[in-house]
């Protein structure tokens, strides 16, 4: 990523991008410390994709996403291979390539 001069910002866009990378570093650090020590079939990457790390979660971990409109959907290692992908509210598994799949979420949202 290219870096920029912020010198040249206003004091209070300083300050903002000071902050915003504080709380960068303070979830990288919140992440590496839930994760697992030992190598798990649960991970993702943090970094460059040509220069990541890999940080494992435990043993069968579940990785929760929420889409745009809140729904849940729940992605994890199935117990008799693959990946298993649920959702309260139900989906929608459209294909885009041999080796591409786009998952929505479907149904109405209940307010909690």
Same mark, same amino acid.
């Given at each position: ?16 991008? =000071? ?8 979830? +990288? ?15 993702? +990457?943090?970094? !460059? ?9 435990? !043993? ?6 929420? !889409?745009?409109e809140?729904r849940? /959907? !729940? ?13 309260? +509210? ?18 109405? /949202? =209940?307010?909690?």
């Amino acid at each position: 990523m290219k870096q920029h001069d912020v010198k040249k910002l206003p004091l209070w866009a300083r300050d903002m991008i =000071e902050r915003l990378e504080a709380d960068v570093r303070y979830h +990288e650090n919140q992440l590496l410390g839930m994760s697992s020590k030992k190598e798990t079939n649960t991970y993702f +990457e943090v970094g !460059d994709p040509r220069n990541h790390e890999r940080v494992y979660l435990p !043993d069968g971990g579940n990785i929760l996403f929420l !889409d745009r409109e809140g729904r849940t /959907i !729940d992605v994890r290692v199935s117990r008799r291979g693959g990946v298993s992908v649920s959702s309260l +509210e139900g989906i929608r598994v459209y294909p885009e390539a041999s080796n591409v799949v786009r998952v929505e979420g479907i149904g109405r /949202i =209940e307010k909690r």
